[in-house]
């Protein structure tokens, strides 16, 4: 299978018609992992057994998106950061034709349909891209603004907007965060007033990844007057539409090669044949995209999220931080310091060891949670302590790392000053770390039951 694999590749670096070829040799509708016990070499991390037991296909699914990402984007990410943005629908073309933008989305819209944990390898080969920015916008594509229209959307509104984001023609952007509202989503101002057959938006959305060269936005807007978890709905929004306009990009810490913007909305008017599901739900389904947000992200490095439905993993933060605690040892093995190599201070190699340590067992959560996923269990708990893990680690990773790299991890484009940067958003996009907690402590049953005590 793995040299099947490989073959299939080398057409699609040579053939224009390579496309979906890449996932013939990968049966559709495969929905469990081998029962086998894995062997070192089907392992995604050398250092610890893999309870996902991750096969050979898992493997050259990897190896192939890997060679994607070695031809058209590391070569190029230089470049997109200095331009603060990528672009989005050449390179979505790319990655949908071959496959990767419906890893788990059902092959009647174009996805491929395998298992869940087929899209955290993809997850984890996307941390391999030397830009975040890039990686979460790809990650947005799959997780987190169109799994709720695959699972509660029309027939037509998927025909419109699924079918064309997972072939790559689309590129698709979130609208939930606002300036006023952040982590509390229940207190989003934008409103969708219904008026005849049509839905009338106002108002604003915040931190929106790709919104300036998106097609469509999945928006979530109040559509009632009732209690703030019963009031919202989620909609299809074209971008194209009179009333909608889109701020420059915003200059952000990090995540420099992602187009973040802001978006009003001012009388825009959406059929409402556009509303994913149900009117008043989509508070609930938009919870149900966060646990896919923070699930993927946890795989790059663990970004996982989950509420009583599918968990998504975002191995967008393992990676890198493997990848860095390996580039600072090499960098530190050959730099001397006081007569002999930095490595060999005990401080350094130590703290090493302790940095490895602490991402293997991060990456030991996510599996777990990942395995009881696929199995039907709720692992909303386990998801968000790989979410707030994540979080923590990926700043004492690069902290640690950029010390040891000194005055030449200061400078604006090394990889540990880039990762540094990047990664420092894990602790507060999709569910800041102090929503991880509560949520913790809600399971735990150690949220307050009184106001106050006098």
Request: charged share 20%; glycine share 8%; hydrophobic share 40%.
């Given at each position: 299978m793995a040299r099947c694999w490989a073959a299939l590749t080398g057409r699609w670096l040579q053939s224009p018609g390579w496309g979906r070829s890449l996932f013939q040799g990968i049966p559709r509708g495969v929905r469990h992992c081998s029962s086998q016990a894995s062997s070192p070499e089907t392992c995604s991390s050398p250092h610890s057994a893999d309870p996902l037991n991750y096969t050979k296909d898992h493997l050259a699914l990897r190896e192939s998106l890997r060679k994607i990402i070695e031809k058209e984007i590391n070569p190029f990410v230089d470049k997109w950061e200095e331009e603060r943005g990528f672009p989005a629908h050449h390179l979505f073309r790319i990655l949908g034709q071959a496959g990767f933008l419906g890893v788990d989305k059902q092959p009647k819209y174009g996805g491929q349909g395998l298992d869940f944990s087929y899209q955290i390898a993809m997850a984890e080969e996307l941390g391999t891209i030397r830009s975040m920015?890039?990686?979460?916008?790809?990650?947005?594509?799959?997780?987190?603004?169109?799994?709720?229209?695959?699972?509660?959307?029309?027939?037509?509104?998927?025909?419109?907007?699924?079918?064309?984001?997972?072939?790559?023609?689309?590129?698709?952007?979130?609208?939930?965060?606002?300036?006023?509202?952040?982590?509390?989503?229940?207190?989003?101002?934008?409103?969708?007033?219904?008026?005849?057959?049509?839905?009338?938006?106002?108002?604003?959305?915040?931190?929106?990844?790709?919104?300036?060269?998106?097609?469509?936005?999945?928006?979530?807007?109040?559509?009632g007057a009732g209690p703030p978890h019963l009031n919202k709905s989620l909609l299809c929004v074209p971008m194209n539409l009179a009333g909608i306009h889109v701020s420059k990009s915003i200059d952000k810490l990090g995540l420099n090669a992602s187009d973040t913007v802001q978006v009003f909305f001012e009388d825009v008017r959406v059929p409402r044949k556009f509303l994913i599901g149900e009117e008043g739900r989509g508070f609930h389904y938009q919870m149900l995209q966060f646990q896919?947000?923070?699930?993927?992200?946890?795989?790059?490095?663990?970004?996982?999220?989950?509420?009583?439905?599918?968990?998504?993993?975002?191995?967008?933060?393992?990676?890198?931080?493997?990848?860095?605690?390996?580039?600072?040892?090499?960098?530190?093995?050959?730099?001397?310091?006081?007569?002999?190599?930095?490595?060999?201070?005990?401080?350094?190699?130590?703290?090493?060891?302790?940095?490895?340590?602490?991402?293997?067992?991060?990456?030991?959560?996510?599996?777990?949670?990942?395995?009881?996923?696929?199995?039907?269990?709720?692992?909303?708990?386990?998801?968000?302590?790989?979410?707030?893990?994540?979080?923590?680690?990926?700043?004492?990773?690069?902290?640690?790392?950029?010390?040891?790299?000194?005055?030449?991890?200061?400078?604006?484009?090394?990889?540990?000053?880039?990762?540094?940067?990047?990664?420092?958003?894990?602790?507060?996009?999709?569910?800041?770390?102090?929503?991880?907690?509560?949520?913790?402590?809600?399971?735990?049953?150690?949220?307050?039951?009184?106001?106050?005590?006098?």
């Open positions: 920015g890039v990686s979460t916008a790809i990650l947005l594509q799959t997780s987190m603004a169109t799994p709720a229209l695959e699972r509660f959307g029309s027939e037509e509104l998927k025909q419109r907007f699924l079918v064309p984001s997972i072939a790559g023609d689309f590129v698709a952007c979130l609208g939930v965060s606002e300036p006023g509202a952040g982590s509390d989503v229940s207190n989003i101002q934008t409103r969708a007033e219904l008026r005849g057959g049509d839905y009338i938006i106002n108002g604003s959305k915040m931190w929106t990844t790709s919104g300036s060269q998106a097609d469509w936005m999945c928006l979530l807007a109040n559509t896919e947000e923070r699930m993927s992200a946890t795989a790059m490095g663990p970004v996982v999220t989950v509420q009583k439905g599918r968990v998504v993993v975002c191995p967008l933060v393992l990676t890198p931080m493997a990848d860095i605690i390996r580039q600072t040892i090499d960098y530190a093995r050959g730099r001397v310091l006081f007569n002999k190599p930095l490595l060999d201070h005990q401080v350094v190699h130590f703290r090493l060891a302790e940095l490895a340590t602490e991402l293997e067992l991060l990456r030991s959560l996510l599996y777990r949670a990942v395995a009881q996923h696929t199995r039907g269990l709720d692992v909303t708990e386990l998801v968000s302590m790989g979410k707030l893990k994540a979080g923590r680690l990926c700043r004492e990773v690069t902290d640690s790392c950029l010390q040891f790299w000194g005055g030449q991890g200061y400078t604006h484009k090394a990889l540990v000053s880039r990762l540094f940067r990047d990664l420092r958003v894990t602790s507060i996009g999709g569910g800041a770390d102090e929503v991880m907690l509560a949520i913790i402590c809600k399971y735990m049953d150690t949220l307050p039951r009184t106001k106050s005590v006098k």
